[in-house]
């Protein structure tokens, strides 16, 4: 499984932004796929996660009701919806995939590379 991630940017506090994570290499009907943020000095941590097959979502307690989730399938794509973004969602971002749901980094065996989310206050 190979995947691209996109759509980091640079936002004031308050805003929105829209990552993508692209998909390829095989069928993904049975994976769970992720996204993780590392700040600056900081470990890796869970975002949210969504299975693919039947869209179950996961969210951690610092994002929930803010960051939405979601998969569109004949995109093979997944899609983080960040809004309210504050400062301390300044990270970069990281989608993952698995055919396990977990909330550690080491849990995922397939990555992209990280975008980039700057929040200015």
């Known amino acids: 499984v190979q995947l691209q991630a996109s759509g980091g940017g640079l936002v004031q506090t308050g805003g929105s932004l829209r990552l993508s994570c692209a998909a390829s290499g095989g069928s993904l009907s049975t994976y769970i796929m992720g996204w993780f943020r590392q700040a600056p000095g900081k470990e890796r941590v869970f975002v949210a996660a969504?299975?693919?097959?039947?869209?179950?979502?996961y969210y951690a307690d610092s994002v929930k009701g803010r960051f939405t989730i979601s998969r569109d399938n004949a995109k093979n794509t997944v899609y983080l919806q960040m809004n309210s973004l504050k400062p301390d969602d300044t990270a970069v971002y990281y989608c993952?995939?698995?055919?396990?749901?977990?909330?550690?980094?080491?849990?995922?065996?397939?990555w992209g590379q990280g975008t980039l989310v700057t929040v200015s206050s």
């Open positions: 969504v299975r693919w097959s039947g869209g179950i979502t």
């Open positions: 993952a995939a698995d055919r396990r749901l977990g909330r550690l980094p080491s849990e995922y065996d397939y």
